[in-house]
């Protein structure tokens, strides 16, 4: 509490808290998902086993991610941070995570650097003591800032792994974006080597392609995020804020980006682990993108709706959901652990198919 008799959150920067507070209402709405362009998961069909001889019990769901061990693949993925609400928010979904042993992660913490007032509203390891919590911070952010600068931003958050977001489309709609991405493989390759915890190249919607995924790997980098085209449009969202010729743009560009499925499909032979986000609504999109080749599946936007509608027990409520289909899958298809769902038979969709082949 600051002197004023204010929370520090309240006195953090009107255009901070505006932006977040937009986010938070804009992706809960649904008025910002993809208009034309899906996840492409739906064009994954998995083969019933009507033998799977075994018990249903038998089921193994533990995933080991980022130096810890999931109880499902699941991801609670990037939320928000900056505001009296976000504060609400993660620290209910941070102890959504710590209760069902699944992975948390933490909006972008450039409002810590641009108002360290509003750090606590990224803080939830009381609540989360031993929950794989992700950091989260841009690219561009990342390269203004010393290594000792960003180690101290992980640090005061307590997280076990940096997201490193890679956001150009967004950025050029987005008020005041930034326009410069020079140095991004260096900036990666300085994190990787002195940053002291694991990395995690991320988009923000858009995908990760190929290209991108060979030059991660090329750093030593080994955990990836799509955040793929499908779900929630960060370039719809900051449509909405923009005005004049960036909205028009905006409109233009609102289904920009490689589809979820794909971008999980087009890094699944590089070695890397893949967290699939991006447009990832039920436990059987995540079945789906386990079967083409990730290792775990993120959700947002439902888990902040079933937050928004039903608290703390409403979130706990769909995440259980999410991980008894996930589950289910995984013993109709004849498999054991979620691993196995990469090699099940499967039937794939032409679309995804051609994405597949022609994308590389």
Avoid at 115 to 127: G, H, K, L
Avoid at 262 to 270: E, H, I, R, W
Avoid at 326 to 350: D, H, Q
């Amino acid at each position: 509490m600051a002197a004023d008799g204010k929370t520090d959150v309240e006195n953090a920067p009107p255009a901070i808290k505006k932006r977040k507070a937009d986010h938070i209402a804009l992706c809960a709405s649904g008025e910002v998902e993809f208009r034309d362009k899906g996840t492409l998961l739906d064009e994954v069909q998995l083969v019933h086993d009507a033998l799977p001889d075994r018990h249903y019990d038998e089921v193994d769901l533990s995933t080991p991610l980022l130096g810890k061990v999931l109880k499902a693949p699941v991801v609670i993925s990037a939320m928000t941070g900056g505001t009296d609400q976000a504060k609400e928010i993660n620290r209910d979904l941070a102890r959504a995570a710590e209760k069902l042993g699944l992975g948390f992660g933490l909006g972008s913490q450039r409002a810590m650097v641009i108002a360290p007032e509003v750090t606590s509203t990224f803080q939830v390891r009381d609540v989360a003591p031993t929950a794989l919590v992700m950091g989260n911070l841009g690219l561009v952010q990342a390269r203004q800032m010393s290594t000792g600068a960003i180690r101290e931003l992980c640090a005061v958050a307590g997280v076990d792994a940096l997201c490193v977001h890679l956001n150009p489309s967004m950025e050029l709609i987005q008020p005041g974006g930034d326009r410069d991405f020079t140095a991004g493989r260096e900036v990666l390759k300085r994190l990787h080597g002195e940053l002291g915890i694991p990395i995690v190249v991320k988009e923000t919607g858009a995908g990760l392609s190929r290209r991108v995924g060979l030059a991660v790997k090329q750093i030593g980098i080994t955990t990836v995020d799509t955040s793929g085209a499908g779900g929630t449009s960060w370039v719809g969202v900051e449509t909405r804020r923009a005005e004049g010729q960036a909205r028009k743009m905006g409109e233009e560009l609102w289904d920009w980006g490689i589809p979820t499925g794909a971008s999980v499909g087009l890094l699944a032979d590089l070695g890397l682990h893949i967290i699939a986000t991006g447009g990832l609504r039920t436990g059987t999109d995540v079945a789906h993108a386990l079967a083409l080749g990730a290792t775990a599946g993120g959700l947002a936007a439902p888990v902040l709706r079933a937050w928004r509608d039903g608290g703390y027990d409403g979130a706990v409520a769909f995440l259980e959901q999410v991980v008894e289909t996930v589950r289910a899958i995984v013993f109709l298809t004849g498999c054991r652990t979620p691993s196995e769902l990469r090699t099940a038979p499967k039937v794939i969709g032409s679309t995804l198919r051609a994405w597949l082949e022609q994308a590389r």
